[in-house]
């Protein structure tokens, strides 16, 4: 009697481990969970954040920042931006000027640097810039006069790219700064306008990493192994090559 109990209390036991191992997920699946900043989109594969994901959970390049104010940022040589929503499935994804993200009470632009997109991660939906000018030749030409910037505490003229006194305004002030923007309506046409505005709009961006699409629909969570260089699929069990589900064949288009 003593010896079937003994029996029957090892199996018992050995069923409860068996259970608690089938149940453990793979350390990566399970660091690889979409998170946020408490503001703003989630994020998820090809981004990851610094200090809530693990390094492997993202492509290189694409790491992300929560600052105080609760909003993810990405660094962009010169300037950091914040980013207003992801869109997985366009693979695209809306940046502003954090230097823009308390102008409710601004009347003046603040200081910015040029933007510079590391060209294998990035590339610019729309081509229309911004020149922001300074330390220009007083008294301006009739020409550039129109350009005035009201509170000149930082900036002395905004011309568009697209402007046929573009050329003027390099030859006449010391220094400039080009920020990318995004066009509505006739803006271009109907002169710089509300600049301010304009420059906190943003402007949108793609990206080119690989697909996370056939990993995610196999129930996989993305990652990327940075010595090897090559996607990885974060299975509950382990990770995988592009899949989770025996069999998937994938081709890598940029």
């Not at 029996?7 to 191992?21: D, G, P, Q, V």
């Not at 989630?42 to 994901?53: K, S, V």
Request: glycine share 6%; charged share 20%.
């Amino acid at each position: 009697m003593n010896t079937l109990l003994v029996s029957l209390e090892l199996c018992t036991f050995c069923l409860i481990l068996l259970s608690r191992k089938s149940a453990a997920f793979d350390y990566r699946y399970e660091a690889c969970v979409p998170k946020n900043c408490g503001n703003g989109p989630n994020i998820t594969f090809p981004f990851y954040i610094q200090d809530l994901h693990e390094s492997y959970c993202g492509y290189p390049g694409f790491q992300i920042n929560c600052r105080s104010h609760g909003y993810p940022t990405i660094n962009l040589p010169e300037n950091d931006y914040l980013v207003e929503n992801i869109s997985y499935l366009t693979r695209s994804f809306r940046v502003y000027n954090d230097a823009f993200s308390s102008i409710s009470n601004r009347r003046c632009l603040p200081q910015i640097g040029n933007t510079t997109l590391p060209i294998r991660e990035f590339n610019y939906v729309d081509e229309t810039r911004l020149y922001l000018f300074s330390n220009c030749t007083r008294p301006l030409s009739k020409d550039l006069s129109r350009y005035e910037i009201v509170c000149r505490d930082n900036w002395d003229l905004a011309i568009w790219n697209t402007d046929e006194n573009l050329v003027k305004g390099l030859q006449m002030c010391e220094k400039n700064v080009v920020a990318p923007v995004e066009v509505h309506g006739n803006e271009e046409r109907n002169g710089i306008g509300n600049y301010l505005e304009i420059l906190r709009r943003g402007f949108m961006l793609n990206w080119t990493a690989s697909d996370c699409s056939i990993c995610e629909e196999s129930g996989g969570r993305c990652g990327f192994n940075t010595s090897t260089y090559h996607f990885k699929c974060f299975c509950p069990d382990r990770p995988h090559l592009w899949s989770c589900k025996p069999g998937k064949l994938y081709i890598w288009q940029p």
